[in-house]
């Protein structure tokens, strides 16, 4: 061919990446990979191995050890052993440690690309210029965490054992996001690695070696679902850490309830991908391509749902047809391909399900042409429009290189859309207006936001989801945090609670004057319990306190419904919120002797100091009117053109089931807490002290508090608090109990992957540094990490 045939033509030629390298690594296993368990290679207890393919081929690239339960008892065993000489070194220590990782990941950058492009399928060019340089990446973010714990997270220790669970969409990066920030805050860890997606792990094992990271302070096991679930179980394991499927994630917080094991959860996205009228077209189709072809679809935060405005709809789909049919599709090794394999055979047939399903609901179809295969797993890029809301492939995550298109008119339809989902992972705004794409982000019930952007990520900026995408963020100072616990947990004793005493029918008063049962307090007014029934608190002298109502299931709908209907407290300003809560303490503190006097009488302590835990809410409720316009966000800048705003969001509507004692201060500072960072409650209060919440309703409805933003339902906390946790618009479970109450409420959460709080040890109340401030807010809060254009 001449060389003016060849520019008539500019058709790509193959550009192949060697695999010698990663070839002779792989002969070096042509026995079967082991298990890496205290700093050594271990055979398999079962002596049983499987087959892992090359998905491009479908041929046999390795044998994959599968560990059992005397593998993983060993495993845990050895990070045990490790963790608190590794928690006790200097962080200098350990950052020197994830930094020599850094520079070895670095150094064997080609070699870990290409293990990876053979094992999962995906296109050398991803695995090169994005994977690799992100795992780096981590390491050096990482290792700065190490060195700065001591003095940024001075209140803050190491978890313990960490059980970390990744898929095989993206092996390497995920297993960094996970190990990096585990080991620089002086945890130990057991990674069990995809079923799929092995080999890079088990490099990265030889890496650990060789960066001097003590003997079992990482260890890696390969296996099926059996063995994740064994980590799931483990009884000495103290924080799980899980990357993949919702389904999956809603076993691991049903069989984890009650465990007391710490819990993150990135799960499925099905994400919006919206783009105005008035945006570049030509700039935001090349956003789709990396929003949904990128790794072939097998993305978590995949931009699969394209909402485009009816006013640019069909010229969008016009270009995106004609971009579509350029992506070239083929073996990963290929660097001028933009499309690789799908991972195996089971999901390709679950891509290929999904996409027959929603053409027989009407979509119309549209896929780029496939070359003749000699094997392997591939599938075309694919565009589906006719589609609807409510269609099977626009709700369903297919994890495949499939687009649904729909259209809107207006941004609140737009928004309406993006949020009709259970997930709420990502989403991606494309609009040359920035006051419009700022306007979507915080309406958007999403975890991270692009705006004109897409799939950007970096280890300085949290990435997790809302809702039914999990909880808990990976990343940023947030992700951090998550792998430590407060100090003071460490001698914290387990809460262990008596009977509440109700005073029997027909007990003789301790007051005069006449008898008032108080009612539930429910959209800013009080409300009898639709049971009709009440109860009758004792005094501490046996003596009958007052009665109050007995709510049921039907009181905590209402409530639940009252709350939400008060949504509008998230947009009132930090200054407002602020403002009520000292109007809150003002009203209060007016009627401080009377609340004395109840809590003397129901506890039988001394006025004096029945008025100094009255004083205590007090000063909590200006602590938390402080906190309100100060518990801000970050400017992150990753070394890219762009910034990361990492804003701080109420989480929604939170159940609250107060500890028993001490029963006005705890329930303040929750209640306090929650509603500082723009949440609405519904608060299930302490029984035997319940008189001292009802005697709160006039002073909330003195305090300009709108209806709805608190709720309080009185009863028996235990049936009330399992109605919350099971309630699928309630978001996050906060319960202060024993450890059989948390074990039900967390099981019950599972439903909707509710965010839980649930504390089975007595903390000290009264303490300012442990329960008056960042403590309560970080659980009051998410993280939306909102991606902006920033310089040249």
Known sequence: MSVAEILDDLEYGPAPESDAEAREWLAQHADGTQLFIDGEWRKPASGQWFDTLDP?????????????????????????????????????????????IARLIQKNSRLFAVIEALDNGKPIR?????????????????????????????????????????????????????????????????????????????????????????????????GDGATGELIVRHPDIDKLAFTGSTEVGRKIREASAGSG?????????????IVFDDADLDSAVEGVVDAIWFNQGQVCCAGSRLLIQETVHDAFVAKLKERLTTLRVGPPLDKAIDVGAIVDQVQLDRITSLVEQGRSEGAEVFQTALEPSKGGYFFPPTLMTNVHPASTCARVEIFGPVLVAMSFRTPD????????????????????????????????????????????????????????????????????????????????????????????????????????????????????????????????????????????????????????????WAKASEHLRAQILYYIAENLEARADEFAGRLAMLTGERKGRARREVEAA??????????????????????????????????????????????????????????????????????????????LYQVLDTSDLPGGVVNIVTGDRRALGLELAKHDAVDAIWA?????????????????????????????????????????????????????PWGE
Request: proline share 5%; hydrophobic share 50%; charged share 20%.
């Open 56 to 100: 491009a081929t479908g041929a046999v690239l390795a044998r994959i050890a599968q560990a059992d339960g005397t593998d993983v008892d060993a495993a845990v065993a050895a990070a045990r052993q490790a963790q608190a000489p590794w928690a006790a070194l200097p962080g200098h220590a350990r950052a020197r440690c994830l930094y020599a």
């Open 261 to 273: 094991k710490a819990l993150t959860l990135e799960l499925g996205g099905k994400s919006p991908f």
């Open 618 to 695: 007090v000063a909590r409720l200006f602590a938390f009117a402080g906190w309100a316009d100060k518990y801000e966000g970050a400017v992150h800048r990753p070394p890219f053109t762009g910034l990361a705003l990492a804003m701080n969001e109420p989480v929604g509507v939170v159940g609250i089931v107060a500890p028993e004692a001490p029963g006005l201060l705890a329930f303040v500072t929750l209640m306090a807490g929650a509603i500082a960072a723009g949440n609405t409650v519904v608060m299930v209060p302490s029984e035997g002290q319940a008189l001292l919440a009802t005697d």
């Open 413 to 568: 339809e737009a928004v309406a859309l993006a949020n009709n989902t259970e997930y709420g992972l990502a989403a991606s705004v494309w609009s040359e207006s920035i006051n419009l794409a700022l306007d979507m982000a915080p309406k958007i019930k999403a975890g991270v936001i692009w705006i004109n952007s897409t799939n950007l990520f970096d280890a300085s900026a949290g990435f997790g989801g809302y809702k039914e995408s999990g909880y808990g963020r990976e990343g940023g100072r947030e992700g951090a945090f998550a792998y430590t616990k407060p100090k003071w947990i460490a001698a914290a004793k387990p809460i262990e609670e008596a009977p509440v005493k109700l005073a029997a029918i027909g007990t003789e008063p301790g007051f005069a004057g006449i008898d008032r049962t108080a009612k539930l307090y429910i959209g800013g007014k009080q409300a009898r319990p639709d049971g009709g029934y009440s109860r009758a608190i004792a005094a501490h002298d046996g003596s009958l306190a007052g009665e109050i109502g007995d709510g049921n299931r039907k009181d905590i709908r209402n409530a639940v419904e009252a709350a939400r209907k008060a949504a509008g």
């Open 126 to 222: 991803e695995t090169r210029d994005i994977d690799v340089p992100l795992v780096a990446r981590h390491f050096y973010h990482h290792a700065g965490w190490a060195q700065l714990m001591a003095s940024e997270m001075p209140d803050r220790a190491p978890v313990g054992v960490c059980g970390q669970i990744i898929p095989w969409n993206f092996p390497l990066l995920m297993m960094a996001w996970k190990i990096a920030p585990a080991i620089a805050l002086g945890n130990t860890v057991v990674l069990k690695t995809a079923e799929f997606t092995s080999l890079t792990a088990i490099l990265f094992a030889d890496i650990c070696r060789m960066a001097g990271v003590p003997k079992g302070v990482v260890n890696i096991i390969t």
């Open 736 to 788: 202060f109990g024993p450890q059989a109450m948390a074990e039900a409420f967390e099981k019950a959460s599972a439903g909707n992957l509710k965010q839980t709080w649930c504390e089975t040890v007595a903390r000290d109340w009264n303490d300012e540094a442990v329960s008056g401030g960042r403590e309560v807010l970080r659980h009051a809060t998410q993280v939306k990490n909102i991606w902006v």
